[in-house]
């Protein structure tokens, strides 16, 4: 028996290929298939199964491709209805893999077709549990993103919830290896682990959700409060899973063509497209296409993408480091962007050599920050944090502009005036300055440094909400 733990960081996502005997499954799979064909393949195993936890929001599954690729059985648990054939499973219901067994245990809560799959191996003993959204290290998955499609309240999908980990996860042995679909970083929980496993054992001692003497009501309190609205995306992309999509071969194909610089600008001048630069942070300060958007791929790309680009559908024109043009396309496949419509060739570089127009942004260190606050303690600062890093600390006076509402905020800044953007590393307010600047705001200072150096020095900091500053949405 082989069970392989598949990380991918960037969506702080788990998908798992077990194997025995020649026989394999997949679950939760991204939506490339190449990761599991090709470990199929060096095990001279065949895919038989492709077990889906539930209907996704935050990337869009590959189980529809791999499938057709394989011809393995895709399986949902009870309640899931698509678009097109897969196999519904019964509460209980278990499927071989080579000498081991996958058991279904349906846990609703997060959604009303969340299901885990307990495996037992050789013995029939409980070995291991992929829980999805259902319990994550450290938390549990949040409880509002099903209620618009279902009609039922957050309160209630909590109750669920609640039920299902004390009547089908709770009495499973202490022992049990818990495999869930995502870690820290991911908006699908709140409190989430960056361990990407534990046991059951570790869990029932640690983890604030499975404590003995919780009440139900407790239990919903606890889940419910504090939840931030989720991603823009994240409905498009269940809705993608639950429907279909077009085939990830044709979508890396079709980004996959190369531009010229010349051919680059006709067609960003031609249509609608939106010209992203996904090289480093550094990188995109010093010179970048005038109006183009920031958000590299060394940072939380695929859910800023999904969080700032509204419409999936978006035409998209690509500026990549060289060699990375199909990890862009890939990675925006991810979380449902299908639309890109080639790469500059030969990169940022080549646009420089044929004498196109660049813009840059004014980008500083702490230390300048300090001397120049120093200087001017009224200095105008756009902290794009979250609501919760702002409340934790944040310099005094400074306008909480969160990235992820930068577009609903907008009207709170003025043209006329200069802002010191920060946020804690430099990467989000790369961001929002080139939002920001391509929205005609040129007056930008951006403060590319770790937030505890900007706060290292005499910037006097507070850690209270000021609720003239603060912005609510």
């Known amino acids: 028996m082989k069970i392989e ?8 996502q788990g998908a798992y290929f077990i194997e025995s005997e020649g026989e394999a499954a997949v679950i939760d799979p991204l939506r490339e298939t190449e990761p599991y064909m090709e470990r199929a393949a060096r095990s001279g195993a065949q895919i038989k199964y492709i077990f889906e936890t539930h209907f996704h929001a935050d990337f869009v599954s590959g189980h529809l491709d791999l499938a057709k690729k394989t011809g393995a059985q895709i399986v949902y648990g009870p309640k899931a209805e698509t678009d097109y054939e897969k196999y519904t499973a019964r509460d209980g219901e278990e499927f071989k893999i080579g000498k081991i067994t996958i058991r279904v245990l349906h846990t609703p809560g997060h959604t009303p077709e969340s299901t885990c799959y307990l495996l037992l191996d050789e013995s029939g003993k409980p070995h291991s549990i992929f829980t999805g959204d259902t319990l994550f290290i450290g938390d549990v998955g949040r409880p509002d993103l099903a ?33 869930p679909a995502h870690g820290a970083g991911s908006a699908c929980g709140k409190n989430m682990s ?6 059951l054992g570790q869990q029932k001692a640690t983890n604030y959700a499975l404590r003995a003497d919780m009440t139900r009501d407790e239990f919903i309190a606890e889940l419910t409060d504090g939840l931030l609205p989720p ?49 480093s942070k550094e990188d995109f300060v ?60 030969g990169g940022f570089e080549a646009w420089q050599q044929a004498g196109k127009e660049v813009d840059q942004i004014d980008t500083i260190k702490a230390a300048t920050f300090d001397v120049r606050y120093a200087a001017n303690p009224n200095i105008s600062i756009l902290d794009v944090r979250k609501p919760g890093e702002f409340e934790g600390e944040h310099i005094e006076n400074a306008l909480h502009f969160s990235l992820d509402d930068i577009s609903s905020n907008m009207h709170l800044v003025d043209k006329n005036n200069e802002y010191y953007l920060h946020c804690r590393s430099g990467y989000r307010s790369t961001i929002a300055a080139s ?11 951006n403060v590319q440094d770790k937030f505890e150096s900007i706060i290292a020095g005499a910037v006097p900091t507070t850690d209270f909400v000021c609720p003239s500053t603060k912005t609510t949405n």
């Open 194 to 199: 960056s361990e990407t496993w534990s046991t």
């Open 231 to 279: 991603p823009a995306y994240f409905k498009e992309n269940a809705r993608i899973n639950k429907s279909g999509y077009e085939s990830i071969d044709k979508v890396m194909k079709r980004g996959a063509k190369a531009l010229s610089p010349q051919e680059f600008e006709a067609a960003a001048n031609a249509t609608d497209a939106l010209m992203l630069d996904v090289r």
């Open 147 to 179: 209620q618009k499609s279902t009609g039922l309240t957050q309160e209630d999908l909590a109750g669920w919830s609640f039920d299902s980990l004390r009547n089908k996860i709770m009495p499973l042995p202490d022992e049990v290896i818990v495999y």
């Open 435 to 445: 939002i920001l600047k391509s929205r005609g705001f040129d007056k930008l200072v």
């Open 286 to 345: 010093k010179g970048f296409i005038p109006n183009s958007i920031f958000i590299g791929l060394d940072g939380s790309f695929a859910p800023w993408v999904g969080a700032l680009i509204p419409d999936l559908m978006q035409p998209i024109l690509l500026i990549t480091p060289k060699g990375q043009e199909a990890e862009a396309v890939k990675r925006l496949a991810r979380v449902g962007y299908d639309n890109a419509l080639g790469y500059l060739e």
């Open 5 to 12: 733990q598949i990380y991918t960081g960037c969506l702080a």
